[in-house]
């Protein structure tokens, strides 16, 4: 039976966000979303990620948090977070 009203991830699937193909194809230097990502401030890379994973912009507090982060590491945190699951 499958069950879509949970919320939580199931241990594969939470292993398989973490270090399967999903995250090496959006931080792959050829993918869509990072180049769409170059050349743009901080700012705006934070707010394109989360706009492309979560459907969202970011809260000030989301921005300030991620606001160091590189591409990469951005995209991966973003794809690893329990909203994007």
């Not at 939580?8 to 180049?35: F, P, R």
């Not at 743009?40 to 989360?50: G, L, M, N, P, Y």
């Not at 459907?55 to 300030?64: G, L, M, N, V, Y």
Request: glycine share 6%; no cysteine; aromatic share 6%.
């Amino acid at each position: 039976m499958i069950g879509n009203s949970s919320r939580q991830g199931s241990v594969t699937q939470v292993i398989s966000l973490m270090n399967g193909v999903l995250a090496d194809i959006a931080t792959n230097k050829d993918s869509y979303l990072i180049n769409l990502l170059k050349g743009k401030s901080q700012s705006e890379q934070i707010d394109i990620v989360f706009k492309a994973a979560l459907s969202r912009p970011p809260t000030i507090k989301e921005k300030s948090v991620f606001g160091k982060a590189k591409d990469e590491d951005l995209i991966w945190a973003i794809i690893n977070t329990n909203e994007f699951k």
